[in-house]
């Protein structure tokens, strides 16, 4: 039972972070893209960095790594490429969220004539596949809007989960 006053304060001040990140999404969801469009530039720079070291201390005790000079060099180069060019890895991102409802609805199509050829109804189905299809098509025509409404979305859901979660840790007492 000790712990229970720190629940409710872990619950409230849990919720109060989801709102606040969702109204940053929200609002700022330009920001937030280009944010992660440069945070995954510094994450290659920081692997690319990693395996020049390595391959450096490899060759310092004879046994270097060609790979791992390659493979450095390479995200070092891609993480410098996407530093200067964020908006490419959002840009990309849209498009693989697009493939992926592709095989998304592909699937459910899939899932609809397996179905039919059961002899049940497959009518949920279509609908689902044809609304992948449809969100994969945004996505890889205009996926730099495709994903700034993925974020503003995602924005609303955490807001909609942080007052959930406030609420619930107001509103329950402690033991």
């Not at 996505?139 to 609420?167: E, N, Q, R, S």
């Amino acid at each position: 039972y000790i712990f229970m006053g720190y629940i409710k304060k872990f619950g409230v001040l849990s919720g109060l972070i989801l709102i606040a990140l969702g109204v940053v999404c929200y609002l700022l969801e330009n920001q937030v893209v280009a944010f992660f469009g440069i945070a995954a530039g510094i994450l290659l720079l920081v692997f690319g960095g990693y395996f020049l070291v390595g391959s450096l201390i490899q060759r310092q005790y004879g046994n270097m790594s060609v790979v791992k000079l390659i493979a450095g060099i390479l995200f070092l180069l891609s993480g410098l490429y996407l530093l200067l060019h964020s908006d490419l890895m959002v840009r990309l991102t849209g498009v693989a969220i697009g493939i992926m409802a592709f095989a998304a609805g592909a699937d459910r199509f899939a899932v609809a004539w397996s179905r039919m050829k059961a002899g049940v109804s497959r009518n949920k189905n279509l609908l689902f596949g044809g609304i992948h299809v449809v969100f994969g098509i945004v996505m890889c025509v205009v996926p730099k809007w495709g994903v700034d409404i993925l974020v503003k979305f995602t924005g609303l859901y955490l807001i909609v989960a942080g007052v959930m979660v406030l609420f619930s840790a107001l509103k329950y007492d402690d033991f």
